[in-house]
């Protein structure tokens, strides 16, 4: 019997929430915490002094490691509460009670639609290239090629010029 398929590479995206484009992309190998930690890494790429930066994320990023990293970057951590977890939520009503907060649940959604169309017009549902570089360069093309589809849906958006 053959061995299932295992997946060792994870990829990541940083999208803005004004238009739903890609902001930074990389890949990596499959870790307990790589998602967390790549993120990390995505945002202090972004942030700077004097910039305000939120970043909006699923429950899994409720840690309170993941939570101080942001907050030491000067990223506003706007992600969903794991309330059941031991400890409870590293996020606490100094980040919920603002509007903001809510519009970034709303938006974070928007994330799923670029990995959807990875893996439905895309090649991310089945990488066919081996190494950490190569699967890299693949999801930069591929999230890139999003990027110029939804260009083309905002400039439609956007009223023509005479």
């Known amino acids: ?34 998602e967390r930690d790549v993120a990390a890494q995505m945002l202090a790429d972004v942030a700077g002094p004097g910039k305000r930066v939120t970043v909006g994320a699923d429950k899994a990023y409720d840690t309170r490691g993941f939570v101080k990293a942001c907050r030491d970057i000067h990223v506003t951590p706007h992600v969903a509460q794991n309330t059941k977890r031991v400890g409870g939520s590293a996020i606490d009503a100094r980040t919920t009670r603002h509007t903001g907060y809510e519009v970034s649940q709303r ?46 849906t ?9």
């Open 1 to 34: 019997n053959a061995a299932p398929a295992l997946p060792s590479y994870l990829g990541h995206v940083l999208t803005d929430n004004r238009h739903g484009l890609m902001v930074n992309v990389q890949a990596s190998t499959s870790g307990g915490t790589a």
């Open 107 to 152: 938006k974070r959604k928007r994330i799923e639609q670029c990995f959807g169309w990875g893996k439905v017009i895309g090649p991310m549902r089945q990488v066919m290239v081996q190494g950490l570089a190569k699967v890299d360069q693949l999801m930069t093309l591929t999230m890139a090629a999003y990027n110029l589809t939804r260009l083309r």
């Open 154 to 162: 905002l400039a439609q958006v956007r009223p023509q010029c005479a």
